[in-house]
């Protein structure tokens, strides 16, 4: 009698219930963890520090390469399977120009293909 019970709760539970989040949301949010602490390095590095330009490029690709070491949030978006590409690309981006035109690997981060 219980096990009718449970099963005719669970064929008529919403559907949303048991869903999980789609993988390109959570590619976007983990792909957010990890963005956010690097532009904060990033554009301290840039306004703080006045170096001429190619002492900063070469603090800034130090930076790059202790982050991508160090940063645990990028074994979180790795395990959850995104692109690491287009995260590379957006990181490597901000460190090249201004940050304004980096938007678009911002935007296309999802599963790899």
Request: hydrophobic letters at 35%; glycine letters at 6%; aromatic letters at 14%.
């Amino acid at each position: 009698m219980l096990k009718k019970k449970i099963l005719i709760l669970f064929l008529f539970l919403p559907s949303f219930v048991f869903s999980k989040e789609s993988n390109d949301k959570l590619c976007f949010k983990r792909g957010v963890e990890v963005i956010l602490p690097y532009q904060h390095g990033i554009e301290k590095i840039k306004t703080e520090f006045h170096l001429n330009q190619t002492e900063e490029k070469q603090l800034l690709k130090n930076y790059n390469k202790m982050f991508k070491e160090k940063f645990f949030g990028l074994g979180l978006y790795e395990s959850s399977g995104c692109s690491k590409a287009r995260l590379s690309e957006y990181l490597d981006c901000l460190i090249e120009t201004d940050g304004k035109n980096c938007r678009i690997y911002y935007s296309q981060m999802r599963l790899v293909d």
